[in-house]
């Protein structure tokens, strides 16, 4: 699977937007990006998937480069229960194998 | 739909003794996959079963092992057991989205502490 940047954390307010970024300038065309987050003390949790085009769901919207070697996972007001750690993940089509870098930790400030 | 299940969630073993833990996928979902999630390591995938066949395999010594039955329930298997296998192990499965790629839906983990 392709590499992932991420920052290693970041604040945000709540109620407040938060963009959280990732690069992964080795994408392949076939490959998706999927975005999970880990909450404390909890299993990895879905929140978004897109493949070129950005994507909208009750969680989030991920907005995706015209190149695809980046994307931005968009909360669009936070809350407390945000506060987890985001992982972005490039996967390839075939099997469900996810690749897990260190995520970015965010924090949100009441 | 009832989430992904992991049995026990809390296990206290000792060094050179094996090891059991258990996974029910949500139903309808054929593809079950683990993880092992450590401080030092991150979450690291251990492999995948699907239709009672191991379709993928991480980088893990021969002592992780598992299987998958018909009715898509998985057990995986750490024999002589070290330290460093003490670790919160995942078991998650996954359904096929429409757009062609897998959403993975993760259980809740099982501690596993090594003394």
């Known amino acids: 699977d392709a590499k992932t940047t991420q920052p290693n954390s970041m604040e945000s307010n709540e109620e407040e937007p938060v963009h959280l970024p990732c690069n992964h300038s080795?994408?392949?065309?076939?490959?998706?990006i999927h975005w999970y987050r880990q909450l404390p003390s909890q299993g990895p949790e879905y929140v978004i998937h897109g493949l070129t085009s950005n994507v909208n769901n009750r969680m989030a919207s991920l907005a995706i480069a015209e190149d695809r070697k980046s994307s931005t996972l968009i909360l669009h007001r936070a809350t407390l229960r945000d506060a987890a750690v985001y992982y972005c993940i490039v996967k390839e089509t075939s099997g469900s194998r996810l690749t897990f870098g260190e995520g970015t930790q965010l924090t949100v400030n009441p | 739909k009832a989430g992904v299940t992991q049995t026990p969630r809390y296990l206290i073993k000792t060094r050179g003794q094996q090891v059991t833990l258990s996974c029910s996928p949500i139903s309808g979902h054929r593809s079950v996959s683990w993880y092992q999630q450590t401080p030092g390591q991150g979450l690291q995938f251990l492999f995948e079963?699907?239709?009672?066949?191991?379709?993928n395999k991480g980088n893990f010594p021969g002592r992780f092992s598992g299987r998958q039955f018909s009715n898509s329930r998985s057990e995986m298997n750490v024999s002589t057991l070290e330290l460093g296998d003490s670790a919160l192990y995942l078991c998650a499965s996954s359904t096929r989205t429409s757009g062609g790629t897998d959403t993975q839906y993760f259980g809740p983990g099982t501690r596993l502490t090594v003394l």
């Open positions: 079963y699907f239709s009672e066949t191991q379709r």
């Open positions: 080795t994408i392949s065309g076939t490959d998706y």
